[in-house]
């Protein structure tokens, strides 16, 4: 199967910025997307930013759209989401997920990190 890794969460001010990475190991072959997905205390999961495993194709939520960038970097089997502009509601865990096939939800992700907490103050 797929193991994932994730590090780089912390905590941080608003107007700050950290960049979280996530190592894939094991069948990565069969990765088709990966995603960053949060989840804020007592709400839905959410995803962030996917990308399919060869980079030709991204997705941002429009509460991240030119403040965060996903990158894949193959030759390291590592997804990179570089979060710039950080605001307060910007916290949450930060889970790595890759799945088989196109995603339609949050849900449909089958192989998950551990998390990274993501703290930003006021």
């Known amino acids: 199967q797929v193991q994932l890794v994730e590090s780089g969460g912390g905590a941080v001010q608003a107007g700050g910025s950290l960049r979280l990475s996530c190592t894939a190991s094991?069948?990565?072959?069969?990765?088709?997307?990966m995603a960053w997905i949060r989840q804020a205390p007592g709400k839905e999961r959410d995803v962030v930013a996917r990308i399919s495993w060869d980079g030709d194709s991204t997705y941002y939520s429009d509460s991240v759209k030119g403040r965060f960038t996903i990158s894949i970097d193959n030759a390291k089997d590592t997804m990179y989401l570089q979060m710039n502009n950080l605001k307060p509601e910007d916290t949450a865990i930060y889970y790595c997920?890759?799945?088989?096939?196109?995603?339609?939800?949050?849900?449909?992700?089958?192989?998950w990190g551990q998390g990274t907490q993501v703290t930003v103050s006021s």
């Open positions: 094991g069948r990565t072959f069969m990765i088709y997307y």
């Open positions: 997920a890759a799945v088989k096939q196109r995603p339609i939800t949050a849900y449909d992700y089958t192989y």
